[in-house]
């Protein structure tokens, strides 16, 4: 579905009609324009390809300003993709905002997760941590890993430390609980993946 | 002003009085009871202020019957009908928490004067 590339602001707290305190995320979403159109008859898929954000023209390389300059389009740092079932509409030059989205309704939100560097089982895996003292096993050790000489190799799969975190994550079905226009602002309930200033793509759904 | 403070700023309730700690309060609580609504008030001192913006809260202690409460309010919570601010002491302390150990005389507040702090936020 359609979206709409973002950077996350941060989070803050507002109030429900209930009185209950909500925590929304906030993200500076658009203005996108439309780089290319992805058609099933030239590219085999539909999709659009959006841009976001300005940036010097010194920071691209000349392929990708070319692209620019073809389509008479000031250059954008960050382009994305997104699927689209019908290109109806949409044509390049196009710009797109937060008009795109509605207060009430549900939205997936993709981002880069914070990095962790190299976690423990802890933290990484959710492994429960054993006692704080009294012993040479105390503290966050992953225990056993496995049988002896038989299997003799540790079975594939197993959850050890390692690098935690700067992946891709979606999170799905957030409700939005505030449009602005103005400010090309969407309010999130709940928590988006990655840091401040983090880019996320903001994805309408189905509801 | 940053994003967030914007967004804030549009929620934030007018007319909420500046808060300071020793300052004497009356809070007005929404409290529905059915399909009723009535107006509760709890009056004591401010002996905490912590946060900003939106995310601010402050907590009033009062002696009631010789028990002390202490009740936290979300500054721009839509339960808050009105903060009455009766009256100002002098402190020397961000925290009052050291009433919570004292009570009768030893618990008072000295009133402070000349420096009216009526000012809204």
Not at chain 1, 98 to 105: D, H, N, T, W
Request: proline share 5%; net charge positive; hydrophobic share 35%.
């Amino acid at each position: 579905m359609i979206g709409l590339i973002g950077r996350k602001v941060g989070m803050t707290q507002i109030y429900g009609d209930g009185g209950q305190a909500l925590p929304v995320t906030v993200i500076e979403a658009g203005p996108c324009t439309v780089t290319e159109v992805r058609t099933p008859e030239r590219n085999g898929y539909a999709a659009v390809q959006l841009g976001f954000g300005t940036n010097k023209e010194t920071r691209f390389t000349k392929p990708v300003l070319g692209q620019f300059k073809t389509r008479n389009l000031p250059p954008a740092r960050h382009l994305r993709e997104f699927r689209v079932a019908d290109v109806a509409g949409l044509e390049v030059g196009q710009s797109l905002t937060v008009s795109l989205f509605e207060k009430g309704k549900s939205v997936d939100v993709q981002g880069t997760t914070k990095g962790r560097g190299f976690a423990g089982v802890v933290k990484r895996h959710g492994f429960a941590a054993g006692h704080a003292s009294h012993g040479p096993t105390a503290g966050k050790q992953p225990g056993s890993i496995g049988a002896s000489a038989y299997p003799s190799r540790v079975t594939k799969g197993k959850r050890l430390p390692g690098r935690m975190g700067g992946a891709q994550l979606t999170v799905k079905n957030l409700k939005l609980v505030g449009v602005d226009a103005e400010q090309n602002v969407l309010l999130v309930l709940g928590a988006v993946p990655g840091p401040v200033n983090g880019l996320v793509l903001v994805e309408t759904r189905k509801d | 002003m940053g994003l967030i403070e914007k967004v804030e700023a549009a929620h934030m309730k007018d007319g909420r009085p500046v808060l300071r700690p020793g300052t004497t309060v009356e809070v007005a609580v929404r409290v529905i009871e059915g399909d009723k609504e009535r107006q509760q008030r709890f009056r004591g001192e401010v002996i905490s202020v912590r946060g900003s913006g939106m995310r601010a809260t402050f907590t009033v202690r009062k002696v009631s019957e010789g028990v002390g409460v202490e009740r936290t309010f979300p500054l721009h919570a839509p339960t808050i009908a009105e903060i009455k601010v009766v009256k100002h002491a002098k402190v020397r302390r961000a925290k009052l928490f050291y009433l919570r150990g004292r009570q009768g005389k030893a618990a008072r507040l000295t009133e402070s004067r000349g420096r009216g702090e009526t000012s809204e936020q």
